[in-house]
């Protein structure tokens, strides 16, 4: 692996070695405005939810690199204590790339990019209306993490209302990641779309104490089908099957009998186990399927 020391690596370089690892990061659609009225929007990939009692999100307004130069959003937070985090979906990606062109502080985003802007309830900075979710916020605190070029403000908002787009929410009341369409920022110019086949349903429970890998027999932490996901799904089952089980699908499965029959019938087991675990994440059959190898 190469060595990055932060203390003596260029900033400019260090700064994509982290957006390239640190990703896909969400993107604060950062609506504020100024003393004067001027109202300004601006994307932020340095941007998170940190706590839902009470509701905080931070994003960090960093100095610009080559100038050392501070920007609109952190001046405007600043005067007002007042900011509307919107999310970027699909939708709308292209124009918050115009956004974040650093135009004079007089002239409009909004105009720029073509987005509508929308009154807030709570604060004066307006809403993008093409953004399906809207937070309004109150900043309680900035943090300024540095004066050289790259370091970062962190803002922390606090969230008094969130309006939501109806089209979004699925039949239990949640938000739907395919219909949401979100965008996230990677390194450099690249962004990632997280709908479609992007998005992978991964169901453990945090409060069930798994086997885990240590528990799981070594032909099965050895295997050279299984990879180390299809391992980790069986170490997150809370047990082992019974010797029962296992016999019963030796015994009534024709497809393990024919496995079992054939030269190599460890490996085979393991590439139906790693079949049912990559197309049904079947951890309940997969088990017995190793288990059964494992006694070969």
């Given at each position: 692996?190469?060595?990055?020391?932060?203390?003596t690596t260029p900033t400019k370089d260090l700064h994509?070695?982290?957006?390239?690892?640190?990703?896909?990061?969400?993107?604060?659609?950062?609506?504020?405005?100024?003393?004067?009225?001027?109202?300004?929007?601006?994307?932020?990939?340095?941007?998170?939810?940190?706590?839902?009692?009470?509701?905080?999100?931070?994003?960090?307004?960093?100095?610009?690199?080559a100038d050392n130069t501070t920007k609109d959003t952190?001046?405007?937070?600043?005067?007002?204590?007042?900011?509307?985090?919107?999310?970027?979906?699909?939708?709308?990606?292209?124009?918050?790339?115009?956004?974040?062109?650093?135009?004079?502080?007089?002239?409009?985003?909004?105009?720029?990019?073509?987005?509508?802007?929308?009154?807030?309830?709570?604060?004066?900075?307006?809403?993008?209306?093409?953004?399906?979710?809207?937070?309004?916020?109150?900043?309680?605190?900035?943090?300024?993490?540095?004066?050289?070029?790259?370091?970062?403000?962190?803002?922390?908002?606090?969230?008094?209302?969130?309006?939501?787009?109806?089209?979004?929410?699925?039949?239990?009341?949640?938000?739907?990641?395919?219909?949401?369409?979100?965008?996230?920022?990677?390194?450099?110019?690249?962004?990632?779309?997280?709908?479609?086949?992007?998005?992978?349903?991964?169901?453990?429970?945090?409060?069930?104490?798994?086997?885990?890998?240590?528990?799981?027999?070594?032909?099965?932490?050895?295997?050279?089908?299984?990879?180390?996901?299809?391992?980790?799904?069986?170490?997150?089952?809370?047990?082992?099957?019974?010797?029962?089980?296992?016999?019963?699908?030796?015994?009534?499965?024709?497809?393990?009998?024919?496995?079992?029959?054939?030269?190599?019938?460890?490996?085979?087991?393991?590439?139906?186990?790693?079949?049912?675990?990559?197309?049904?994440?079947?951890?309940?059959?997969?088990?017995?399927?190793?288990?059964?190898?494992?006694?070969?």
């Amino acid at each position: 692996m190469i060595v990055i020391d932060p203390k003596t690596t260029p900033t400019k370089d260090l700064h994509q070695f982290l957006l390239g690892s640190v990703a896909p990061r969400p993107i604060a659609f950062a609506s504020t405005v100024d003393k004067e009225g001027n109202q300004n929007i601006a994307p932020y990939s340095f941007f998170n939810a940190f706590s839902s009692n009470p509701p905080i999100l931070v994003f960090s307004s960093n100095r610009r690199v080559a100038d050392n130069t501070t920007k609109d959003t952190l001046h405007n937070i600043e005067e007002t204590g007042e900011v509307v985090i919107n999310v970027v979906n699909h939708a709308i990606v292209r124009q918050m790339a115009i956004s974040s062109i650093s135009f004079p502080t007089d002239v409009s985003e909004f105009e720029k990019s073509g987005l509508t802007p929308v009154a807030s309830d709570l604060v004066k900075p307006y809403r993008i209306k093409e953004s399906p979710v809207h937070m309004e916020c109150k900043v309680s605190q900035i943090i300024t993490l540095g004066n050289e070029g790259g370091a970062g403000h962190l803002i922390i908002c606090n969230v008094v209302r969130m309006h939501i787009s109806e089209d979004v929410i699925d039949d239990n009341n949640r938000i739907d990641p395919h219909k949401i369409d979100l965008m996230g920022r990677m390194g450099r110019a690249y962004y990632v779309r997280a709908s479609g086949q992007a998005i992978h349903t991964i169901v453990q429970s945090v409060m069930d104490i798994s086997i885990g890998f240590d528990q799981l027999p070594s032909s099965v932490r050895e295997s050279e089908t299984l990879t180390g996901n299809n391992i980790g799904q069986l170490a997150g089952l809370k047990g082992l099957p019974a010797a029962a089980d296992i016999n019963a699908l030796k015994e009534n499965d024709e497809h393990v009998q024919q496995l079992l029959a054939s030269p190599d019938a460890k490996t085979g087991l393991h590439k139906l186990a790693k079949k049912v675990l990559d197309e049904k994440d079947d951890r309940d059959y997969a088990i017995k399927l190793v288990m059964l190898a494992d006694m070969i």
